[in-house]
């Protein structure tokens, strides 16, 4: 994949909550930056809810850009509950910041700190550059 990607592992009634609010189009997509719809999204949770159904599974994972991070963050609403009243809209809120945080971290690069020199090596190097 060309593109930076994070993985997320969401629930059963987390992907069910992600069904409901993530569309595939909106209207005026062109002129948004990160519009609020993915059909990258729509189709990956449409395939994780399959792979849970056919399988018996209760969680299944999402490979998410940032711009499914954002649409993510703007659809789903924080107090959101499961079928059964169980809050869950933090819950994902929470995966896709996470995902953001590990998206950003992969783009800053990773150097040590060059060691400091001691004022006696310094001292020594000036000595040495100036021909002592």
Known sequence: MSQNTASEVFTLEELWLLQSVIRHEVPQLDQW???PASLDLND???QALILCDEHSCGEA?????RGDCLVIDYCVPQGAKSVSGVPIGKHVLLKS?????ALESS???NAEEPAQPSAG???DNLRHFQGE
């Open 121 to 123: 090596e310094v001292r």
């Open 107 to 109: 783009f800053m690069p």
């Open 61 to 65: 994972a999402l490979v998410l850009s």
């Open 33 to 35: 930056d990160f519009p």
């Open 97 to 101: 910041f996470r995902a953001r945080q």
């Open 44 to 46: 990956q949770v449409a």
